[in-house]
C-alpha cells in the first residue's frame, strides 16, 4: 500500500512522457519508417529494389524507364532504402491512410547514368545517323558504271 501511494506521488511530480492526441498533433519519432519516394534521376534501374522487397510492392519497368510502387501493399520495411546503390529511394515520416482502393504510384527515370537509358540513347543517336551517312555517299562510284549499253 505504501509502495503504491509513494508511485502515485511520484508519477504526480514527473514529467508526462504521452501526448495529448487527438487534441495535441501527433509527433513522429526520430527513425519513424513510412511512404517510400523514389527519385527518379538518381535511380539506375537496376532492380535491386524489386527483388529485396517482401511483398512484391516494387515493379521496375526497364523498357518503359518507370519504377511502378503499390503503396498500399508496402509494409514500410525499409529493406529496399538500405538495399539502393544510389540512395534513389528515401524513406520519410509520413503514413498514407490506409484506403479499400490500390494506391500505385509511377516515378519516371530519366537518369542519363541508368545502362537501360544509355543503350536506348546510343541506339536512337545510331539511328539518326545512319540517313545521314546515307544521303552522304555519292550516287554511283567510278568505275562503276552500267557497261551493258541499255
Ligand atoms: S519499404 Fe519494404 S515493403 Fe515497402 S517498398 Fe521498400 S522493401 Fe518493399
Ligand atoms: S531505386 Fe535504387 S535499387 Fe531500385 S532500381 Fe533504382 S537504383 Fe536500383
Request: net charge positive; with cysteine.
Amino acid at each position: 500500500m505504501l509502495k503504491i501511494l509513494e508511485n502515485i506521488v511520484k508519477n504526480a511530480f514527473s514529467p508526462v512522457y504521452t501526448s495529448n492526441y487527438p487534441y495535441t498533433p501527433y509527433q513522429h519519432f526520430p527513425g519513424t519508417r513510412a511512404d517510400v519516394t523514389f527519385d527518379g534521376t538518381k535511380c539506375i534501374l537496376c532492380g535491386l529494389c524489386q527483388r529485396s522487397c517482401p511483398p512484391e510492392c516494387i515493379i521496375i519497368h526497364k523498357e518503359k524507364e518507370e519504377i511502378e510502387y503499390l503503396n498500399t501493399q508496402c509494409i514500410r520495411c525499409g529493406y529496399c532504402v538500405r538495399v539502393c546503390p544510389t540512395n534513389a529511394i528515401v524513406q520519410n515520416e509520413v503514413y498514407t491512410k490506409p484506403s479499400r482502393e490500390r494506391l500505385t504510384i509511377y516515378t519516371k527515370v530519366t537518369n542519363e547514368n541508368a545502362p537501360v537509358i544509355k543503350k536506348r540513347k546510343a541506339a536512337e543517336a545510331a539511328a539518326r545517323a545512319a540517313p545521314a551517312a546515307k544521303a552522304q555517299e555519292p550516287a554511283s562510284l567510278p568505275g562503276k558504271e552500267d557497261k551493258t549499253g541499255k
